[in-house]
């Protein structure tokens, strides 16, 4: 059942609003920091997270610290009601350090270390680089551990996969090694396949992860890479694990990149937090780019069970990436804020909070321009957004209990790149894959968990698993006993195809016994270009009562039905007439093969009816109108309904029963329009909606 989680921090029980703040780039003019104050309370600003690289300001030369600057902010901060998230200053090495220890800077293939310089380059295999920022570490816990505006630790900032072939990193990769094949180099040799063109690996010396012929052995390099970034952040944490064992400890993740496997790292965090930097305005289609980050949102919130996550750093207006850069049309930022909440965040928290003169990032969206002041649109938007999240405080704590699940795992996100390219080439598209079999739910208004296959099916009734070409050892078992024991199953072409180590499954794919669940067999797979045509046409009087002929694209398979129903066929290519989608009973639930990669036109409708079969919870009755969503946060007493229209004009969305509007207390019935990027945050007091 739903219940409250409680909000981050004790201190402090609202959504928080605010974001990244370098007071450390105005030392030499401390009259902008009284500026700051009187603006944060105008843009409702809550909490600002300081100090994410400033161990330059906070250690200019060794051994010598400077903390007075740090001192007046966090005193500023506590006296005007801002809550401090403390960063670790790890994420950018001060250049003295660079300079006089050129072992925490990584080294690259060829032997060279990088030069000083850049951000998120230390290797994490320096114990002199670990015991620096251990000292840093305590120094800040030990000062400000007490301090009132405290809640929450921002460790380092967006740790990545960067590779470091140092002694120390090649050192620490075999012992993963040794332990992960129990010391035994058959068992590695076999795994890796490394007859092939003669890699043979004689004696674990020679294992050198440079060489990308050997996919085990780079998926390894992956895993290993996870593991040890996830080490090096609990030896960050030591000391303020120990001085401040009240303080939750949290990092920004980029879920949105297949750097590190992020579920395995959500372990070792309290409270999940990630920065999300949709592609707005930029692609031509918002709604797809809407759905994309609902799906990352969803993945936050579902690797901690549901847990509320922090959104880390979101952009007011205009980011630095993108080829062409767009700022945030009106309504945007409202709109995209909120989207953060109706999913599961109990913040909307910015990079930045404001300009600064110099470097990389000087013109990249800020609460506070150049300008200084609060007349720009960019602060108004902000500013609009804090009024509206501080009516909200009913919100924090309630998060919602999914029934269906959608499986995008890290390790197969790595095999597919390093191991399947040789095969689908630039066909892969695994994360297209994967929103385009998120959207349909997002689009119906029915709740979804983005989980990995380490991840517990039990308590969920629809699981979708596209693209599972690698199945984790005791993935395959679970799924069977998930659909064995009623649940509904739907996979894709190009899955079960290898195992753990990325070798591949012999006896017919889908390995691992899956042959049986699926009641298919796939004997190949076939590239298309764009321009060529495959149609897929639903079969007369199928189950699912589909009707009509759609198209399929860059990737479809031969398959034979072994006890599965046909429920379409394809239309052209040398393959027309055979199977394209099949379902089959298997125990007491049902498991669907997707042979065809095909678009929303299919998937909607194909969706829409498992989840009425199903009688799956929707966020509400009707059926939405494209480009809106419905999503739902309870508490299990009170229900906060979240509307939002992407379009660039109105829609209209029917309301089955009163609501009333959580910002403005009047009553709403009927048919409701949403403006062009319009939201609307009703709620109802109830059980969780049917
Ligand atoms: C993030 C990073 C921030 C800032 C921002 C700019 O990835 O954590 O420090 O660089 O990007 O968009």
């Not at 750093?313 to 804020?337: A, D, F, Q």
């Not at 889908?510 to 797979?525: A, N, Y």
Request: proline letters at 6%; aromatic letters at 10%; glycine letters at 8%.
């Amino acid at each position: 059942m739903p219940h409250r989680w409680p909000p981050v921090s004790s201190k402090c029980s609202h959504l928080l609003h605010g974001g990244d703040y370098n007071p450390d780039q105005w030392t030499r003019t401390p009259e902008v920091w009284d500026q700051d104050m009187r603006l944060m309370k105008l843009a409702g600003c809550n909490a600002v997270s300081v100090g994410i690289f400033a161990w330059s300001s906070l250690e200019p030369r060794e051994g010598q610290y400077e903390f007075g600057w740090l001192d007046a902010i966090l005193d500023k901060l506590a006296a005007n009601g801002v809550s401090a998230i403390l960063a670790t200053p790890s994420g950018g090495k001060p250049t003295w350090m660079a300079r006089a220890y050129p072992e925490i800077r990584r080294m690259q293939a060829d032997g060279q270390r990088q030069q000083p310089g850049g951000r998120h380059n230390h290797c994490r295999s320096s114990p002199l680089y670990r015991q620096k920022c251990q000292q840093i570490n305590r120094k800040l816990a030990e000062r400000y551990g007490r301090h009132p505006a405290l809640i929450l630790w921002h460790v380092s900032n967006e740790y990545n996969n960067g590779d470091c072939f140092c002694d120390g990193c090649l050192a620490a990769f075999r012992d993963f090694l040794r332990q992960r094949y129990h010391n035994d180099l058959d068992q590695l040799n076999h795994a890796y396949w490394s007859a092939f063109w003669s890699h043979h690996f004689p004696d674990w010396e020679s294992i050198t992860p440079v060489d990308r012929s050997l996919h085990g052995l780079m998926l390894d390099w992956e895993r290993f890479k996870t593991r040890q970034v996830i080490d090096f952040f609990k030896a960050e944490t030591v000391p303020l694990r120990e001085l401040t064992p009240d303080i939750p400890v949290t990092t920004n993740f980029m879920n949105n990149h297949a750097m590190l496997d992020w579920w395995a790292f959500a372990k070792a965090v309290d409270v999940v937090a990630w920065d999300s930097y949709p592609a707005w305005h930029e692609t031509g289609d918002d709604v797809a780019v809407a759905a994309g980050t609902a799906l990352l949102h969803d993945q936050c919130r579902s690797m901690k069970g549901g847990r509320p996550f922090i959104l880390m750093e979101s952009v007011p207006s205009i980011p630095t990436r993108g080829r062409i850069k767009k700022r945030k049309e009106p309504g945007m930022h409202r709109l995209s804020s909120v989207q953060a909440i109706a999913h599961g965040s109990d913040s909307v928290l910015y990079f930045q909070w404001r300009k600064g003169r110099g470097g990389l990032e000087k013109f990249h969206g800020a609460v506070v321009d150049h300008a200084g002041h609060e007349q720009t649109r960019e602060f108004r938007e902000v500013a609009e957004v804090g009024a509206l999240l501080a009516r909200l405080d009913g919100v924090v704590g309630t998060s919602i209990q999914p029934q269906v699940a959608l499986i995008q795992d890290w390790e197969n996100e790595w095999a597919l790149r390093e191991g399947a390219s040789v095969y689908l080439g630039e066909n892969i598209k695994y994360r297209q894959e994967c929103q385009a079999h998120y959207q349909p739910f997002w689009a119906t208004g029915v709740a979804v968990d983005v989980i990995d296959q380490t991840a517990d099916l039990a308590k969920y009734r629809l699981v979708t698993l596209p693209l599972s070409y690698l199945l984790r050892n005791g993935f395959a078992e679970k799924l069977r006993a998930f659909v064995a024991q009623g649940g509904t199953a739907v996979m894709t072409c190009f899955s079960g195809l290898v195992d753990e180590s990325d070798l591949c499954l012999l006896g017919g794919a889908p390995g691992h016994g899956l042959r049986e669940v699926f009641g298919v067999w796939e004997e190949e797979t076939q590239n298309f270009f764009p321009h060529e045509k495959v149609g897929v046409a639903c079969v007369n009087g199928n189950p699912l009562k589909l009707t009509g002929t759609y198209p399929a694209v860059d990737i479809c398979s031969v398959i034979h039905p072994q006890g599965a129903q046909t429920l379409a066929v394809y239309k052209d290519q040398y393959f027309a007439g055979t199977p394209a989608v099949t379902g089959h009973a298997f125990g007491q639930g049902k498991a669907y093969y997707l042979a065809a990669r095909l678009g929303m036109d299919f998937l909607l409708p194909f969706y829409r009816r498992l989840c009425a079969d199903l009688a799956l919870p929707k966020a509400i009755p009707a059926d939405l109108p494209a480009g809106t969503t419905a999503q739902l946060r309870t508490d299990g007493h009170t229900d906060f309904l979240f509307l939002s229209n992407f379009n660039k004009t109105p829609a209209v969305v029917p309301l089955d029963r009163p609501y009333t509007d959580a910002l403005t207390g009047e009553t709403v019935t009927g048919r409701i329009t949403l403006e062009r990027y319009g939201v609307r945050i009703l709620k109802r007091n109830g059980p969780a909606s049917e």
